[in-house]
């Protein structure tokens, strides 16, 4: 048996950020129950009581493996009720994943620290980091009752996300080097993953959302969409008035992130809850219910959930939604109200709704981030943006406290990238640099370029006789903070005799500009905060959307060498260490490689950061209970999925 | 007449054929394509489409593929097979999504238009007949009070006054109880009690102008001589209007059905939005805003066929009400 404790298998000894997370729900106290006692003395749900009492459903025992994972909960809930939450009309597909669609192999613990049991029970590592065993829970099953196995992982991998008429390139979590890793079956419950070379990272790569491709799909319903074990595929297909095969099985099967997941109520899956009402284009909400096959119990041995269904009510408009969350029509929401701005209304509110505020802690390293394209097209601009000597002057001539008092509300610290001080990798070198605001020095060090001319309006001039300008690309209706930020930077830099354009574009336009390296330069939130290892975009050229400032370098990398540009030495040297820290599963060894990739990065100093990103929230009904005071907001920690929702109940 | 309306539907061809070429270039006109507005929308919530997945949708979708490719492959599908493809963002047929919504949609302007003409008729009438008199004064202030409020603005304040005041959820079209469930009498009935809010809410503008061009159309009838001549003749005061000036100037109103029918799609987008209903407006915007093509395509083409046809309908009712119309 399983236990969600500090005993499950540690991966960052010594790496504990529990003073940083302090008030978070403590997960300490063991349960006593032996271990085959607890299909016997597990108990149920009142409506699946009685649906089993009727003969329509196997009792419990025969529902929940003998070896259920035991969640160790604040209070042992209520059964009942129904949890509304609201989604967005359009490809708010997540908003689900986040809260049922989190069961992988294996997930984080609370803190964001530690990687514990899930689907998985155990595992076991070889030393290189090149093979990885899981033993899956005996007698587990699916939501429509059929047994969960080994089989189904190794087709999930196999035969769906290794098939190149499904995915033209595997997904990336299970690639390593370029090369996809080999599931394979041992015995029932035993299956192993073999990499062609070491990829200690594998098991957060699994806790995250884009590493549920293993329990993604089963292999008893999903093969019949799939040519190898149905021969008759193309009657369905055409059938379905569809294209191709890939496209039925999508539509019957999904994948992890798009709206069809969640569109099949006919697909078994080990969520908590599953799909009644789907969402599909025209709907107007989807409900989930229970799922009878559930194989978490609490400590007193009661199946979860304990609430009975979820439902999502779809408004295409967010201020309704803001209207649902302080008329109290929401039982817990951070999705689209977490901005700034809406935190006055919601705290006023907060009595007349009968919520509570909760915290998330922002794993994001930046608030904004400035990303100067230094691989820009035109030679004069890169030359100017690729001198550290003059990114130093503009981060010296920005007054970070004016923005942080008026912006953010005194609510931050000047910042530039880097892990979150009390992550254990803080680098204080990397954060704090060039934050003072020092219009005196950044002046001199302008002179000293040779910008020293200025035109009527106090504007340098580049020695060719160009007026230092550029356009920061920002969007507004996605971070109309940033626009704000930028119009103050806009003046302090009007000062030191630079001049800007904040340049506010719609979504994607911003990205298309990217895309095609058009842009001046561009503001985005810095990841990496609480993350450095799944996020590390800001510390080297490793993310082809989002490293802006110098997105062909990321391709370069991404691709082997085979596209983009080759970066400079610099770059490449981080590249490789990186690479060497992914593969290492020594956590002492992988901090030591990252620490230098940190020291490289704050001696380039390639992205200028403004202050350290605030804290969302979000809204928690008073009598939703066991839902932490406080937890991390971010992807690859999908709140409040880890969190366990499965464990909230409502008090009466 | 006959030859007439043959002659105006096989314009209709050509028309379409343009239009439906115009329509997928004004969609792809906006910078990126569905992949990098999928990608940008999921940024919004800070989440990430791997790196890998987002290069095999744009292939997956054709979207690598020149435009004037893309174009022949959907309205090929269209006229040979009457497929109107998949919507990239629900993976689902087209037609299905639309005609999901297209009723509800008929159901809501048909009412619309029911209570819009139910009142404006009768009020547009009296303040022309009693011109400058306190009552006009009364209906003019008011229909300039409707004709300035946005829509939108006058729902988000109903739906606050509602969800704070009175605790009353105002969006939607049904309870939570009859969201899913097959039609019945009970449905029906759940369906009309939701009903008027955004009728009311719809109809109040367009009373408003409404109003306001039968006051004018009525007033330049009114004094026409073949109105003295009638009410010299002895004709009671309300058989006279009724059978002359009301007559002829209900014209524009006729000529407006060719806007009506497009408004079915189009019409009342933002209250739709904001009210959340299950009408085809919100479907429509989505689709453009996330460049979905084959969805949106599908929606501008049916908006335009809906235009033709209502032309081609008020003009003939046209020919049949007013005598001084001729086709020929």
Known sequence: ?652 | MLRFIAKRLLWMVPSLIVVSFLAFVLIQLPPGDFVTTYIATLAASNEVVDQNTAADLRVRFGLDQPMIVQYFKWISGIVLRGDFGLSFEWQQPVSDLIWERMALTLVLTFSTLLATWGIALPIGVFSAVKKYSIGDYIVTFFSFLGLAIPSFLLALVLMYVAAVEFGQEVGGLFSEQYVTAPWSIGKVIDLLQHLWIPVIILAVSGTASLIRVMRANMLDELNKPYVTTARAKGLSEFHLLVKYPLRLALNPFISTISWLLPNLVSGSIIVAIVLSLPTAGPLLLQSLMSQDMYLAGAFVLLICTLTLIGSLISDILLALVDPRIRLE
Not at chain 1, 256 to 268: C, F, H, M, Q, T
Request: charged fraction near 25%; aromatic fraction near 10%.
């Open chain 1, 1 to 652: 048996m399983s236990r969600d404790t500090e005993h499950g298998p540690r991966l960052r000894p010594g790496l504990d950020r529990r003073d940083m997370l302090k008030g978070l729900a403590g997960a300490t106290a063991l349960s006593a129950l032996p271990d085959m006692a607890f299909a016997q003395a597990a108990k149920e749900a009142p409506a699946l009581a009685k649906l089993a009492a009727e003969g329509k459903l196997p009792p419990l025992a025969e529902r929940i493996s003998g070896n259920p994972l035991v969640i160790t909960v604040e209070k042992v809930g209520r059964y009942g009720g129904s949890l509304r939450r609201g989604l967005r009309g359009s490809s708010d597909h997540n908003g689900i994943l986040r809260m049922v669609g989190n069961q992988g192999l294996v997930r984080w613990n609370l803190a964001f620290t530690a990687v514990l049991p899930n689907v998985a029970d155990k595992w076991e590592v070889n030393a290189d980091s090149t093979e990885f065993t899981f033993h899956l829970r005996k007698g587990m099953k699916w939501s429509d009752g059929k047994p969960f196995t080994a089989d189904d992982v190794v087709f999930s991998i196999e035969d769906c996300a290794k098939n190149t008429e499904l995915y033209k390139s595997a997904p990336s979590p299970i690639v390593i080097d370029n090369k996809a890793g080999t599931a394979t079956r041992i015995d029932e419950t035993t299956v192993k993953f073999t990499f062609a070379s070491p990829y200690a990272l594998f098991l957060e790569m699994m806790a995250t959302p884009l590493g549920q491709h293993p329990t993604l799909f089963a292999k008893h319903y999903c093969s019949q969409f799939h040519p190898k074990y149905n021969p008759g595929v193309a009657e369905l297909v055409k059938a379905a008035n569809l294209s191709d095969w890939g496209t039925l099985f999508r539509n019957k099967c999904g994948d992890i992130e798009i709206p069809s997941r969640w569109g099949n109520a006919d697909k078994p899956t080990l969520d908590p809850w599953v799909i009644k009402e789907p969402y599909t284009g025209g709907a107007t909400r989807v409900v989930m219910e229970r799922n009878p096959y559930f194989w978490q119990v609490d400590t007193a041995g009661n199946q979860l959930p304990y609430i009975d269904r979820l439902s999502f009510s779809i408004s295409q408009d967010v201020e309704s939604l803001m209207l649902d969350a302080i008329s109290g029509r929401l039982d817990i929401q951070e999705r689209h109200l977490d901005t700034l701005q809406n935190k006055p209304t919601l705290s006023q509110n907060m009595q007349k709704g009968g919520y509570r505020l909760i915290e998330l802690v922002s794993s994001s390293s930046q608030q904004v981030q400035i990303y100067l394209n230094m691989t820009h097209k035109d030679a004069k601009m890169r030359e100017m943006f690729a001198n550290k000597e003059f990114r130093k002057a503009l981060s010296l001539g920005m007054d970070r406290k004016e923005i942080i008092d008026l912006v953010y509300l005194g609510q931050s610290q000047p910042h530039q990238t880097g892990p979150r001080p009390g992550h254990p990798w803080y680098h204080a070198g990397l954060s704090e640099q060039f934050t003072s605001h020092d219009p005196a020095q950044a002046n001199a060090i302008l002179d000293k370029l040779g910008y020293a001319k200025k035109d009527a309006n106090g504007i340098r001039l580049r020695p060719d006789g160009q007026r230092i300008f550029f356009a920061i690309d920002v969007i507004p209706t996605l971070y109309p903070d940033e626009v704000d930020a930028l119009e103050l930077v806009k003046r302090h830099w009007a000062e030191i005799g630079v001049d800007i354009k904040v340049n506010t574009i719609e979504r994607a336009l911003y990205y298309t500009r990217g895309d095609n390296n058009d842009h001046d330069a561009a503001v985005w939130p810095g990841p990496g905060g609480l993350d450095p290892m799944l996020d590390p975009r800001d510390y080297f050229a490793q993310h082809t959307q989002g490293s802006r400032y110098a997105i062909p370098w990321a391709q370069w990398y991404v691709s082997g060498g085979k596209d983009g540009q080759e970066p400079p030495e610099g770059q490449k040297q981080r590249m490789k260490l990186f690479d060497q820290a992914r593969a290492t599963a020594d956590l002492e060894k992988r901090a030591a490689l990252m620490k230098h990739v940190f020291d490289l990065t704050a001696e380039a100093f390639e992205t200028i950061g403004i202050c350290l990103a605030v804290n969302a929230f979000g809204i928690c009904k008073n009598n939703l209970q066991n839902v932490p005071q406080k937890y991390p907001n971010a992807w690859t920690w999908p709140n409040p999925g880890p969190a366990l929702p499965q464990q909230f109940f409502f008090a009466t």
